[in-house]
């Protein structure tokens, strides 16, 4: 499985008013599928990781934060996908909106704005009273975070998520209750 709508891949052009309406007919179709996968991701992640249910880590992200955390430190991340985290990208992507949304709120949103360099794309969104269109790309943050040398901080990369979101930076690691 990847990410649904990666960034290298175009949509159609020209993306006329028809072509457009078409996409995102489609995609608000994949949108619920989306969501649910999402969570599976997490609940994945959680077995991978020996929480007893797995669903603990989808209840409480703060929990897996110090295993991801050491996960993502490592360059080369081989050895952990294949024990299982693989897609590492959608994992992690899947991981920190979980993170996002049970600390700030929101949800995945589809982004139906024709003019948007994310247009048909899941992102974050709803998280935000006062401005309901934020919405904040985290597979392009995750890509971006993957995309450093070895001894990357998980908790920076949620901190950088959680000021795109509008909120004060400040990651709960609660990782050893």
Same mark, same amino acid.
């Given at each position: /499985? ?13 993306? %006329?008013?028809? !072509?457009? @309406? ?15 996968? +999402? ?7 959680? @077995?991978? +990781? ?9 209840? =409480?992200? +703060? =929990?897996?934060?110090? =295993?991801? $955390? %050491? ?7 081989? @050895?952990?996908? /294949? ?9 992690? %992507? ?5 993170? /996002?949304?049970? #600390? ?8 139906? #704005?024709?003019? $948007?360099? %994310?247009?048909?794309?899941?992102? /974050? ?12 790309? !985290?597979?392009? @943050? !995750? ?16 901190? +950088? ?5 509008? !909120?004060?930076?400040?990651?709960? #690691?609660?990782?050893?209750?």
């Amino acid at each position: /499985m990847a990410y649904p709508f990666l960034p290298e891949l175009p949509l159609p052009d020209p993306l %006329t008013p028809d !072509v457009a @309406a078409r996409v995102l007919d489609e995609r608000r179709e994949l949108l619920p599928n989306w969501v649910g996968e +999402s969570r599976d991701l997490v609940v994945y992640l959680g @077995a991978l +990781s020996r929480w007893d249910p797995p669903e603990t880590l989808l209840e =409480h992200p +703060s =929990h897996g934060l110090g =295993h991801m $955390s %050491t996960i993502c430190a490592f360059e080369d991340l081989t @050895a952990f996908e /294949m024990i299982g985290y693989k897609p590492f990208d959608l994992l992690l %992507t899947a991981y920190c909106a979980e993170y /996002m949304f049970f #600390d700030i709120g929101g949800r995945w949103v589809l982004d139906e #704005d024709p003019e $948007s360099p %994310t247009f048909a794309r899941f992102l /974050m969104g709803e998280y935000d009273a006062d401005d309901p269109d934020a919405t904040v790309d !985290v597979y392009a @943050a !995750v890509t971006a975070f993957l995309n450093e040398p070895e001894g990357r901080r998980l908790e920076e990369l949620l901190e +950088s998520l959680q000021e795109d979101m509008g !909120v004060t930076p400040g990651v709960r #690691d609660t990782s050893f209750p």
